[in-house]
């Protein structure tokens, strides 16, 4: 029989048209989500962008009937690598958000030559610190061990994924994410999180990433603070960073005129 990460690649192949949303036609952007997200996140950039690009994002493994398995980001981007090639995408640009960007920078170590180009949402190529790391450990394997997200623990989440402005203005957009965690199988959250959580710094690599990057992240951001993409953007050969304002962690939902803006001048730029 086939190993678990294996079925779980090979149901991104057989199975697409169940995790993908898929609009437009013309040069491709495919979007990956971050850890407590899933593929709607980017419906602000795939209404705008759509008339002009084809504008792919999808479910990763926690979204999908394949979270319970054990994975890493490269077992991540394998899923994608088998996505593209059930779409017919030969090459595209990627987009991911935070635990997507950390996948996006091994995919183009994996898969270089599908790639015209990276943009990173609130991403870095550093790891967590050890005391981050504790902390993350901590809520997932609570969480795993209550069986649902108490609300102290939505409240901890919520702080990390939305900036200042976002909370205090926008609590509408805050609560439907809210909601939709609470429906998440906890075994789907854990493994989500351990997937990125013990990763080595890939500060070193990057020099190999000769596609343009751009970096949009929020300058509201405390989970992963604007500062720390410098190391990241020094090491790139081509990239370049939009600080998005009024925003956090998840900064192409919180001010998406302005992180559409970026990417589709980035595309403009790319294709």
Same mark, same amino acid.
């Given at each position: 029989m086939p190993e678990p990460s294996e079925t779980a690649t090979e149901r991104y192949r057989l199975r697409p048209e169940t995790v993908v949303t898929d609009r437009g036609e013309g040069p491709a952007i495919v979007f990956a989500h971050g850890t407590l997200m899933d593929r709607t996140m980017y419906d602000p950039q795939i209404d705008a962008l759509s008339d002009d690009y084809r504008t792919v994002a999808y479910d990763l493994r926690a979204r999908t009937d394949q979270y319970a398995t054990e994975y890493d980001l490269y077992d991540l981007a394998d899923d994608l690598d088998a996505l593209t090639d059930a779409l017919d995408i030969d090459t595209f640009v990627l987009c991911g958000?935070?635990?997507?960007? #950390? $996948?996006?920078?091994? #995919?183009?170590?994996?898969?270089?030559? +599908?790639?015209?180009?990276?943009v990173l949402i609130d991403a870095i190529a550093e790891p967590h610190t050890d005391e981050e790391r504790e902390q993350y450990r901590q809520m997932a394997a609570?969480?795993?061990?209550?069986?649902e997200f108490a609300d102290h623990l939505v409240d901890v989440a919520k702080n990390q994924l939305f900036g200042a402005t976002t909370l205090a203005e926008n609590p509408d957009l805050v609560e439907h994410w809210t909601e939709r965690w609470r429906t998440y199988p906890p =075994?789907?959250?854990?493994?989500? $999180?351990?997937?990125?959580? &013990?990763? %080595?710094? #890939?500060?070193?690599?990057? *020099?190999?990433? &000769?596609?343009?990057?751009? *970096?949009?992240?929020?300058?509201? &951001?405390? *989970?992963?603070? %604007?500062?720390?993409? =410098?190391? $990241?953007?020094?090491?790139?050969? &081509?990239?370049? +960073?939009?600080?998005? %304002? =009024?925003?956090?962690?998840? *900064?192409?939902i919180e001010n998406p005129q302005a992180a559409t803006a970026a990417i589709r001048s980035f595309l403009e730029d790319v294709y």
């Open positions: 958000m935070s635990m997507g960007g #950390f $996948m996006a920078l091994r #995919f183009a170590e994996r898969y270089p030559e +599908q790639l015209a180009g990276v609570q969480i795993s061990a209550d069986g =075994e789907g959250f854990y493994r989500e $999180m351990h997937s990125w959580l &013990d990763r %080595p710094d #890939f500060t070193d690599e990057l *020099s190999a990433i &000769d596609v343009p990057v751009l *970096s949009v992240h929020g300058a509201e &951001d405390v *989970s992963l603070e %604007p500062e720390r993409t =410098e190391s $990241m953007l020094d090491a790139l050969p &081509d990239a370049r +960073q939009e600080l998005i %304002p =009024e925003a956090g962690h998840s *900064s192409n």
